[in-house]
């Protein structure tokens, strides 16, 4: 069975940082697409940032492009999320999710392209 799980979430004020990790219990996580989503109340979930199968290639929304870093290591199943100079409009849970790519594909910005999803972290971003 595979779990996808989020951790660092947390209360910040603005201009603070945060960084989220992700694990993923899989049997091969380099040939997982990884990527982060966010849903903030009475909107729809949203894509955030995600990264290719070997951390080549990074994808970004754009309204957190220079703020917010995807990265990964493959050796710990682990995504991380780094967020800096965060915004009040930052406020959501953040949520985790897997691709799995038999052969390397683009990264998805769709969320309904992931196989697996974590519960998602809470991040409040106080003005």
């Known amino acids: 069975q595979v779990t996808v799980v989020e951790s660092g979430g947390g209360l910040v004020q603005a201009g603070g940082s945060l960084r989220l990790s992700c694990v993923a219990s899989?049997?091969?996580?380099?040939?997982?697409?990884m990527a982060w989503f966010r849903q903030a109340p009475g909107q729809e979930r949203e894509f955030v940032a995600g990264?290719?199968?070997?951390?080549?290639?990074?994808y970004y929304l754009d309204s957190v492009k220079g703020r917010f870093t995807i990265s990964r290591d493959n050796a710990k199943n682990t995504v991380y999320l780094q967020m800096n100079s965060l915004k009040p409009d930052d406020t959501a849970v953040y949520y985790c999710?897997?691709?799995?790519?038999?052969?390397?594909?683009?990264?998805?910005?769709?969320?309904?392209?992931?196989?697996?999803w974590g519960r998602g972290t809470q991040v409040v971003v106080s003005s």
């Open positions: 899989v049997r091969t996580f380099s040939r997982y697409v």
């Open positions: 990264i290719d199968r070997a951390a080549g290639d990074t």
């Open positions: 999710a897997a691709d799995f790519q038999v052969t390397p594909m683009e990264v998805s910005r769709v969320e309904g392209k992931y196989d697996y």
